[in-house]
Structure formats: structure tokens, C-alpha cells
């Protein structure tokens, strides 16, 4: 099993630019999480999903959306990036449940805004 | 909303003593949770903790639960280099939206 995939690991965006990092998962895993962790901070919750077609704001949600159409699939999108998006940012999805628990990332995309 | 406290920030300490990272966090939780990250890389999951008065121990690492005191701690035993990272601590709910809320981490450096 591949777990969470996130992809790209690394992209410079111009301010303004837009872009959507990818994430998937093959656990069949009805929770998934976009995080964000800025340098030399704990990670702080952007958006998150309960199941298919179900999304809800974290902590952090402005300058972020989300869709999630699929179980397998959590992409989010920067629509006009800014320097203060710049941030390393972890995807994660769980199975929570009765008698469930636990969670697991990805590998991280680092982002740059210039 | 759930709040985790961690302290210290920051930690260094020679190979072979003993510390412990506290956590702590603000209502109820029903899981507690220990990450390991390496600069550059992802979270490494160390412990859960699920009920009041577990303790769990990996190697030089043991974890422990409080729920009356909402207090979880990390304890090193006899540092090794190969320690140095960033620990979080995290917390989430079983009921409503389950979502995982960090602390900001406690870098830890083992010196020689």
C-alpha cells in the first residue's frame, strides 16, 4: 500500500499564481486533513473531510479551498498565492470510528511563494 | 476548542540524562498522541494513548496519560544522539468532528 500520497514535493509559485496540491490515499480511510506547518511551528489544521462530498474549515482555512469527490482524493487549492503561504503542507487521512484511531501523512509539499 | 500546550520549546541535553517534555491540554480528549519529526521529513507516530493512566515505553522513550490533570509527558531515559528531533504532541475527540490539534513541538538536541 502507498498510504498517503502527496504530490508535488516541492513548487516556487509567483505572488498571484494559483495552484492545487494533490493528495491521495488507497486505505480506504473516511477522514482526511490538510495541514500546514510554518518553519519552526507545530502543524495547524487548514481544511478537513469527513467522507466524500463533505469538507469543513480548520484553524486556518483563508486563502484555501477544497473539494472532495472521492473518497481516495483531497486536493487543495491556493487561488492568488501569497508570501504568507509559504509553508510546508501535510496531507493526513484516518479511519476514525469505533474502535479506530490513528492517523497517517504524507510526505509533505513544500511550498514557496515569491 | 481543544488547546495543546507543550513545553519546553526548546531542549538540550547531554547524552545519557534523563528529561521529560510535557503536554497539556485544555478540555477533554480521548486520545493522545506522540509524533517524531526529523528535519525536513514527515511525522513519525511514537505512541497513543487512550486512557486515563496508560504508559507506554519504546526503547529510551515512555509515554504517560493524566486525564484528571489533562497532562501527558514524554520521558528520555539515558539520551542517545539519534533522539535529536522535534516531538509533538497531539490530542483529538471521538465524538463530533474528530480532528487532530498539535502543540508547537519541543526541539530536543542531544549533545555529545
Known amino acids: 500500500n502507498a498510504g498517503v500520497t502527496q504530490t508535488p514535493k516541492f513548487r516556487i509559485l509567483k505572488i498571484g499564481q494559483s495552484m492545487t496540491l494533490q493528495c491521495a490515499q488507497d486505505?480506504?480511510?473516511?477522514?482526511m486533513y490538510w495541514y500546514r506547518q510554518d518553519p519552526g511551528m507545530g502543524l495547524k489544521l487548514i481544511y478537513y473531510?469527513?467522507?466524500?462530498?463533505?469538507?469543513d474549515k480548520g484553524e486556518v482555512p483563508n486563502g484555501y479551498n477544497v473539494s472532495r469527490s472521492t473518497t481516495e482524493d483531497f486536493p487543495l487549492r491556493l487561488e492568488l498565492a501569497a508570501p504568507s503561504q509559504t509553508s510546508v503542507y501535510f496531507c493526513?487521512?484516518?479511519?476514525?470510528?469505533?474502535?479506530?484511531?490513528?492517523?497517517?501523512f504524507g510526505s509533505g509539499t513544500r511550498l514557496t511563494v515569491v | 476548542e481543544l488547546k495543546v500546550e507543550q513545553n519546553p520549546l526548546f531542549l538540550s541535553m547531554q547524552e545519557g540524562k534523563n528529561y521529560t517534555i510535557y503536554c497539556n491540554y485544555s478540555?477533554?480528549?480521548?486520545?493522545l498522541y506522540w509524533y517524531r519529526q526529523d528535519p525536513g521529513k514527515s511525522l513519525e507516530s511514537l505512541f497513543v494513548?487512550?486512557?486515563?493512566?496508560a504508559v507506554k515505553q519504546e526503547g529510551r522513550l515512555m509515554a504517560s496519560l493524566d486525564t484528571k490533570a489533562r497532562l501527558s509527558t514524554l520521558h528520555i531515559t539515558a539520551a542517545v544522539h539519534d533522539l535529536s528531533a522535534t516531538y509533538f504532541c497531539?490530542?483529538?475527540?471521538?465524538?463530533?468532528?474528530?480532528?487532530?490539534?498539535f502543540g508547537t513541538g519541543t526541539r530536543l538536541t542531544i549533545i555529545p
Open positions: 493526513a487521512s484516518s479511519k476514525l470510528g469505533v474502535g479506530n484511531y490513528g492517523y497517517t
Open positions: 486505505m480506504n480511510h473516511n477522514y
Open positions: 473531510s469527513v467522507g466524500a462530498g463533505i469538507t
Open positions: 478540555t477533554t480528549s480521548d486520545r
Open positions: 494513548l487512550l486512557s486515563n493512566g
Open positions: 497531539a490530542a483529538d475527540r471521538r465524538e463530533g468532528n474528530e480532528k487532530l490539534t
